[in-house]
């Protein structure tokens, strides 16, 4: 199977330059380039971060040229520590996988695909020159009615940036957030630098067990790893109100054979396709016990090793998921040693 080289092990700067205030302030302090210096002390070989269009577009939609020297100073601060970058784009114009962001209207406005698209060419511009960067064209699309578009939208994206940057790597997802399922949806590869990429954080009633943003979800529900797929079904129909979990078997205890099922029809696509596969995002919300954590790390990093799938955990810090807080403590070194 094809392999994204350079980028088997990764980790999210998440809510730096997304998910954010977009202050100047948070964008001096929330990561420093001390921290990059620690992945790479960590051993991981590459960083993705997530960028909203607020970073390099102002009110009038007029280029910032202090946020692309961020991502310059980014580029820079990764090649001093041998790791590779992804420049993932978040947020754009009218499009955000957050609800509460309150974009809209991105896949029927050619005003902001073209906004979209210079973006990128943009990007392709100033950027193509590092051979330690791969761009993805945007986070998380979030309903399946898009899929059509989408993929016109996104072939028209890899043609901007092949002006420019004719071989960089460009990653692509589909619908669902990213969802496995959604990938055989997407389009035939549109060169051989093209990378296939979902996230990952299944099952979710037990990687989002106590999730704030889970509206139907209790604050207070806990659940262990080790679980029979009955509760698994039941616990997911409870807190969560939707068929997220799949229930493969009717009896038997989670494992490792439920990330093999749940990956395999992505291994078969990308074999198929001739396309690597990345899993841009996957973790566990420090709500859950740090023991199941371990073996759901375990379990799901065994598989990505089996077929060598590059991945990106999430995330650094904070963001609820995030490997320097307090919560992963006892933990971080054998947590790492897992990634």
Not at 191 to 209: G, K, M, R, S, W
Not at 213 to 235: G, V
Not at 247 to 275: H, N, T
């Amino acid at each position: 199977m094809k392999e994204f080289s350079g980028y088997r092990k990764g980790i999210n700067f998440g809510g730096w330059f997304s998910q954010c205030d977009h202050s100047e302030k948070r964008y001096d302090n929330f990561i420093k380039k001390d921290d990059f210096r620690r992945v790479a002390r960590w051993g991981l070989d590459h960083v993705r971060i997530p960028v909203d269009y607020e970073l390099f577009l102002d009110g009038s939609l007029n280029y910032r040229e202090e946020g692309f020297k961020r991502i310059e100073d980014c580029i820079s601060w990764c090649r001093e520590y041998g790791l590779n970058m992804i420049l993932d784009l978040h947020k754009t114009v009218g499009f955000s996988f957050d609800d509460g962001e309150n974009e809209e209207g991105f896949f029927d406005s050619e005003k902001y695909q073209q906004i979209f698209y210079d973006l990128w060419k943009e990007f392709a511009k100033r950027f193509a020159r590092n051979d330690n960067l791969a761009f993805e064209l945007l986070n998380e699309v979030t309903d399946p009615k898009y899929s059509s578009r989408w993929n016109e939208i996104a072939g028209k994206a890899v043609e901007a940036i092949r002006e420019y940057a004719p071989d960089i790597r460009i990653l692509i997802g589909g619908y669902h957030h990213n969802s496995i399922t959604a990938l055989k949806d997407l389009d035939l590869p549109h060169d051989e630098n093209i990378v296939y990429n979902f996230h990952c954080y299944a099952p979710l009633i037990f990687t989002h067990q106590g999730a704030y943003w889970i509206e139907k979800m209790d604050r207070s529900f806990r659940m262990s790893f080790a679980s029979s797929y009955e509760d698994y079904t039941k616990y997911t129909e409870e807190q969560i109100g939707y068929n997220y979990f799949t229930d493969y078997r009717k009896d038997g205890i989670m494992g490792i054979e439920y990330f093999e099922e749940e990956f395999a029809e992505a291994i078969r696509i990308s074999k198929e396709r001739d396309v690597p596969l990345y899993c841009g995002e996957y973790g566990v919300i420090d709500l859950a016990d740090t023991e199941d954590t371990l073996e759901w790390f375990r379990c799901i990093n065994s598989v990505f090793e089996k077929y060598g799938i590059g991945r990106a955990v999430w995330s650094y810090k904070e963001m609820d998921f995030g490997l320097t807080d307090a919560h992963y403590d006892d933990i971080r070194d054998d947590l790492l040693g897992l990634l």
